[in-house]
């Protein structure tokens, strides 16, 4: 499941689609994927899409849209509110400090 899942993150993936091609009935992959991994299908790709995205924001200097449909978002609004939620920041904030501090680390 995680292999499946970290090479299919980017894709417009949905917990029907991630179940059928593992070879799950839907809601027993939902109740299962919950149970093995302690959060839910749409928590666990978020957090994944948002480890991508945050990669993105440091090492890159592409846009904000760019980064948010590379990452797997489907729209520039879900992934603020997602990155939001994790990191308590806006992305652009985010990437100001971690480019900032990267290039205090280069000194």
């Not at 417009?12 to 839907?26: H, N, S, V």
Request: include cysteine; hydrophobic fraction near 35%; glycine fraction near 6%.
């Amino acid at each position: 499941i995680t292999d499946y899942l970290s090479e299919n993150f980017k894709n417009a993936l949905t917990l029907t689609d991630a179940a059928a091609a593992l070879g799950y009935e839907r809601c027993y992959f939902s109740k299962m994927f919950k149970g093995v991994f302690g959060v839910g299908f749409c928590d666990y790709i978020n957090t994944l899409r948002f480890g991508a995205a945050a990669r993105e924001l440091t090492h890159t200097s592409k846009s904000i849209t760019d980064v948010a449909l590379d990452s797997g978002f489907q729209s520039v609004r879900s992934f603020n509110e997602v990155f939001r939620k994790k990191s308590g920041m806006t992305p652009q904030k985010y990437r100001s400090i971690t480019q900032s501090n990267r290039k205090d680390e280069l000194k």
